[in-house]
């Protein structure tokens, strides 16, 4: 029972890391209908900001506070110099973009960081919490309670303030919205911004548990892109259970049969769902666009 536990506890902690790369791929999708595989760049780059700014002497909490307005001014500049140039283009041109603005990021942090693994030190120390005969280390804690903070505030957003309800009419109808006096420009920079911002404090609060280097990006874009379409793309609560459900499943893969294949887990388990269920485990909320 102890060693399942260790697996779940395990699971759950990468599991949450996805929900949060895989609310970005579907806060994106949803305002602009744009799948952006730059998503997991923004994880990576609040971890090696982070991890490089307090090298250099400033104090964790203010370097961590950079490195996510360095991973905004990222994503904002993704939007408005490629993908807002672009926006005409088909849904397969914005993928390359993406791509290719991924491959880009990619290669110049590996050019001003470094190419070697870095972590962080932990929130609230090393110590382990036992529970019912696993450990618990107090930075899965970290990762789990803002993950759950940071769904929630962004569903208090969406839902109770007049920006997020603009970005849900813009998501809905955009020319309906552009009507009523909805800036679609200022509402997609939004979308961009805040999946940085989300993205980036993923990176800073696992830094301490599984290290971050340049080249992480692009493996994790793969996992939360199956975590969203794993739950329903376009479903924010199926990014959620999409991105925790794999990260349970990886880790009882790794646990039970081996580690060898974990990475592939995720995958199979996409396959496989979109077969029985093509819209995903919660299904994804179809828009006209107009």
Avoid: C
Avoid at 120 to 145: D, R
Avoid at 199 to 213: D, E, H, Q
């Amino acid at each position: 029972m102890s060693q399942f536990l260790q697996f779940v506890f395990s699971g759950l902690t990468i599991g949450a890391v996805y929900a949060v790369v895989a609310i970005g791929f579907t806060l994106i999708y949803a305002a602009s209908d744009v799948v952006n595989f730059a998503q997991g760049e923004f994880v990576m780059l609040g971890g090696m900001t982070t991890v490089f700014l307090a090298a250099m002497g400033v104090p964790v909490v203010i370097a961590g506070v950079l490195a996510v307005l360095v991973a905004v001014v990222v994503g904002v500049l993704l939007q408005k110099l490629a993908i807002e140039r672009a926006r005409d283009g088909s849904a397969v041109t914005l993928i390359i973009i993406t791509l290719g603005a991924s491959i880009f990021i990619r290669g110049i942090a590996g050019l001003v960081f470094d190419k070697q693994f870095h972590g962080l030190p932990a929130f609230s120390g090393n110590t382990p919490i036992v529970v019912m005969g696993a450990t618990v280390l107090p930075q899965s804690l970290w990762v789990l309670g803002s993950a759950i903070a940071m769904f929630t505030a962004l569903w208090l957003f969406l839902d109770k303030t007049v920006t997020g309800k603009a970005l849900r009419a813009s998501a809905s109808n955009r020319l309906a919205a552009r009507l009523v006096g909805v800036n679609i420009s200022f509402v997609l920079l939004l979308a961009f911004g805040l999946s940085a911002a989300l993205g980036a404090l993923a990176g800073i609060l696992v830094a301490p548990i599984t290290l971050t280097r340049y080249d992480i990006g692009a493996l994790l874009a793969l996992k939360g892109f199956s975590a969203a379409i794993f739950g329903g793309l376009g479903n924010p609560v199926g990014a959620v259970v999409g991105g925790l459900a794999l990260g349970l499943l990886e880790a009882l893969a790794a646990g039970y049969v081996t580690s060898v294949y974990k990475d592939g887990v995720a995958f199979v388990a996409l396959i496989l769902v979109l077969l029985v269920m093509p819209n995903g485990l919660l299904g994804s909320k179809l828009v006209d666009r107009v």
